[in-house]
Nanobody
Framework: QVQLVESGGGSVQAGGSLTLSCTAYGNIYSSYCMGWFRQAPGRDREGVAA???????TVVDHVKGRFTISQDKAKNTLYLQMNTLEPEDTAMYYC?????????????????WGQGTQVTVSS
């Protein structure tokens, strides 16, 4: 079992920045896919960014250039650096993980989820 604990959400004005963190606890394997999802009120959950155990990363087009995913393996921690935030980025952000060697493009891979951290961007 793996427990994912997110932190770093908050309220910012448009144009501001936030960094989300997600620390994994429990059985950590060498091959994995981890990433960030978000869900805005009234909308489906969507994948935002992913990273695998080899350091390969992907970010969805509508946040590309503004959001960066990274990891610190020594700390079992995943990050999402969010810059130039827009009101449309307001959502609950979730960390997710799966013990796979490949992160599929459709973001269907998660087996484990964090509890979520709220990001609110005001105009």
């Amino acid at each position: 079992q793996v427990q994912l604990v997110e932190s770093g959400g908050g309220s910012v004005q448009a144009g501001g920045s936030l960094t989300l963190s997600c620390t994994a606890y429990g059985n950590i394997y060498s091959s994995y896919c981890m990433g960030w999802f978000r869900q805005a009120p009234g909308r489906d959950r969507e994948g935002v960014a992913a990273i695998d155990s080899d350091g390969w990363t992907t970010v969805v087009d509508h946040v590309k250039g503004r959001f960066t995913i990274s990891q610190d393996k020594a700390k079992n921690t995943l990050y999402l650096q969010m810059n130039t935030l827009e009101p449309e980025d307001t959502a609950m952000y979730y960390c997710a993980a799966a013990y796979l060697s490949y992160c599929s493009d459709d973001y269907s891979w998660p087996n484990y989820w964090g509890q979520g951290t709220q990001v609110t961007v005001s105009s």
